[in-house]
């Protein structure tokens, strides 16, 4: 799903985006952290997040979240979750 939301996003705002798949989170975050890649999508680890190592931009869901308050989720952008 977050790869069909990003063609999506890319598409309106006539953006290219490079998509780079990855096995897994850990993979992910090794190639944030190592400068290999801008942003991560998909997942996360929290203890990146709580060693201020990472941090999230935006949250790929319906609704708000209660444990991250003040990051925006896509309709907080102008994007309508679809499923």
Partial sequence: MPHFLIEKIMKKEKIEITVIPFKGVA???TA???GHVL???ISFSYS???ARQM???LLMR?????EFPE???LKDLGYVWEV
């Fill in 27 to 29: 993979e992910i975050d």
């Fill in 32 to 34: 944030v952290l190592g």
């Fill in 39 to 41: 942003v991560g999508a």
């Fill in 48 to 50: 990146l997040l709580e």
């Fill in 55 to 57: 941090r999230l931009l």
């Fill in 62 to 66: 319906e609704g708000r979240s209660a």
């Fill in 71 to 73: 990051v925006p989720i």
